[in-house]
């Protein structure tokens, strides 16, 4: 058989000794380079998860200050937020602004549907009676409109809706079974 002599089992043993030194070693070093990488890649989505955050604030502040723009009329229960044009589309979900009227200074014209849509902010419209309040909000700046004329106008009637020097608000609405007309209703600043 075979003879283990002491100078067998010690090289053997410094044999064994040196492999697992350098399995060990190459596991710590490799472990080392891995969790290297790791926290680097750690830290990289942590960073773009920071500025994807600040990119969503930012967007959701942008988003706040356009929410900022809006009607307010209290004897109708109404406020709606507006948006530039009155197009079917924004309209269905918003108050519609002329885009060739002022929007601060002069006479603002807005729209809105009174029935047969999803929203039909302007439904109550035809309840407003001179003397009534109107708040407009445009980019934090609320004004305040007293309804001075509530008149029914034929659709191709855009007078009511020219510049002016007064600061005022022109709102007009379909007329109920009446597709030639429009409820138009004035309001002058406060």
Known sequence: MFKYTSIYVNTISLLISLIVFIVIQT?????????????????????????????????????????????????????????????????????????ETNKEKGNVGLAAHNRGYKNNYFEKLKELKEGDSIFYNYQGSTKEYLVTKHVIIKDTDWSYLEKTDTNMITLITCVENEPEYRRCIQGEEK
């Open 27 to 99: 596991l710590f070093l490799n472990y080392g380079l891995f969790t290297k990488k790791s926290s680097l890649k750690a830290s990289f989505e942590v960073e773009n998860v920071v500025q994807n955050t600040t990119n969503e604030i930012v967007e959701k502040k942008t988003s706040e200050k356009e929410n900022v723009w809006f009607l307010e009329i209290p004897k109708i229960n109404l406020k709606a937020n507006i948006k530039e044009g009155t197009t079917k589309e924004i309209m269905e979900n918003y108050i519609g602004h002329f885009e």
